[in-house]
């Protein structure tokens, strides 16, 4: 299909995009990669009357190291992530996530904060950003700049705090230093497909013990799910199979997954028990 008409404006700077969107009201649009927003648009589910293009805002495409934090721009696309040694090294659940995010094609031409910002339940970066307690930085009018928590930024289905007049400009992610082990566990029917369920695990060991677990939990709500129930179980306990098993068995407390075509409703509260101990025993090293 071919989508509705719309002006187009190719912002310099953060300034420059938070004065469009100011302008131009719930009228306008943020494109980046144009991953999501372009089917959307074809589809005319959408009906931007102004797309604010990204492209060029340089701030927003680097990767940088800081003391406590890994600093991704939300401009950043996903084959940049994944081929980024900071990120590697210092934020490996981000990358264990984005290789599983569709195929090559979108992964060039995706954004990081394009994704998160789309906020489907069903995406792979919501739950290990959810999981890491990650720091979205937004812009808005008057250079003024805002820092939302992961837990409160993803609101409802394919809806986020960020204001109408704010642009997402970076994601801070913690450096959480030695001793961590990570792994992201995907169920999905075919490949490439959006997650039926997916566990984001960051797990400190100490000896044969779990020091403490983060788990997120993609597809089982209108947002991304922390298994706190998992955390707080998993929290002292010994890193084996049995062990892991009993907690992972609280993995679906809390949630409220949907039924659609990827499954029913308690098949999924099943993958997330399945797979919540499967991502903890590997992000164990057991």
Same mark, same amino acid.
């Given at each position: 299909?071919?989508?509705?008409?719309?002006?187009?404006?190719?912002?310099?700077?953060?300034?420059?995009?938070?004065?469009?969107?100011?302008?131009?009201?719930?009228?306008?649009?943020?494109?980046?990669?144009?991953?999501?927003?372009?089917?959307?648009?074809?589809?005319?589910?959408?009906?931007?009357?102004?797309?604010?293009?990204?492209?060029?805002?340089?701030?927003?495409?680097?990767?940088?190291?800081?003391?406590?934090?890994?600093?991704?721009?939300?401009?950043?696309?996903?084959?940049?992530?994944?081929?980024?040694?900071?990120?590697?090294?210092?934020?490996?659940?981000?990358?264990?996530?984005?290789?599983?995010?569709?195929?090559?094609?979108?992964?060039?031409?995706?954004?990081?904060?394009?994704?998160?910002?789309?906020?489907?339940?069903?995406?792979?970066?919501?739950?290990? =950003?959810? $999981?890491?307690?990650? %720091?979205?930085?937004? &812009?808005?009018?008057?250079?003024? #700049?805002?820092?939302? @928590? /992961? *837990?409160?930024?993803?609101?409802?289905?394919?809806?986020?705090?960020?204001?109408?007049?704010?642009?997402?400009?970076?994601?801070?992610?913690?450096?959480?230093?030695?001793?961590?082990?990570?792994?992201?566990?995907?169920?999905?029917?075919?490949?490439?497909?959006?997650?039926?369920?997916?566990?984001?695990?960051?797990?400190?060991?100490?000896?044969?013990?779990?020091?403490?677990?983060?788990?997120?939990?993609?597809?089982?709500?209108?947002?991304?799910?922390? =298994?706190? $129930?998992?955390?707080? %179980?998993?929290?002292? &306990?010994?890193?084996?199979?049995? #062990?892991?098993?009993? @907690? /992972? *068995?609280?993995?679906?407390?809390?949630?409220?997954?949907?039924?659609?075509?990827?499954?029913?409703?308690?098949?999924?509260?099943?993958?997330?028990?399945?797979?919540?101990?499967?991502?903890?025993?590997?992000?164990?090293?057991?």
């Amino acid at each position: 299909m071919i989508p509705p008409e719309f002006d187009y404006v190719k912002a310099a700077s953060v300034d420059e995009a938070v004065a469009a969107l100011g302008a131009h009201g719930d009228d306008a649009k943020l494109l980046a990669g144009g991953q999501s927003l372009i089917p959307l648009l074809r589809l005319r589910l959408a009906y931007p009357t102004v797309l604010v293009d990204l492209g060029g805002v340089a701030e927003m495409r680097t990767i940088r190291a800081e003391a406590e934090a890994i600093v991704i721009g939300a401009a950043v696309t996903h084959a940049e992530v994944l081929g980024n040694a900071i990120v590697q090294e210092h934020a490996p659940l981000v990358a264990l996530a984005t290789q599983t995010v569709a195929d090559r094609q979108v992964r060039h031409l995706g954004t990081f904060g394009g994704s998160l910002s789309h906020a489907d339940p069903a995406g792979d970066l919501p739950a290990v =950003a959810v $999981a890491l307690d990650a %720091t979205f930085v937004a &812009a808005g009018g008057g250079g003024a #700049r805002r820092e939302i @928590a /992961a *837990a409160d930024f993803f609101v409802d289905y394919l809806q986020t705090a960020l204001a109408p007049d704010e642009v997402l400009v970076e994601v801070r992610l913690p450096n959480l230093g030695d001793g961590w082990g990570f792994h992201y566990e995907k169920f999905h029917r075919v490949a490439q497909a959006w997650a039926v369920v997916g566990v984001a695990a960051a797990v400190r060991r100490s000896n044969d013990s779990i020091v403490e677990a983060r788990i997120g939990l993609t597809n089982m709500g209108a947002r991304p799910v922390r =298994a706190t $129930a998992v955390e707080s %179980t998993l929290a002292g &306990a010994a890193a084996t199979p049995d #062990r892991v098993g009993r @907690a /992972a *068995a609280h993995a679906d407390d809390g949630t409220d997954p949907p039924s659609d075509l990827g499954g029913r409703s308690d098949y999924r509260r099943h993958l997330a028990r399945v797979l919540t101990r499967r991502a903890v025993l590997a992000a164990a090293g057991t």
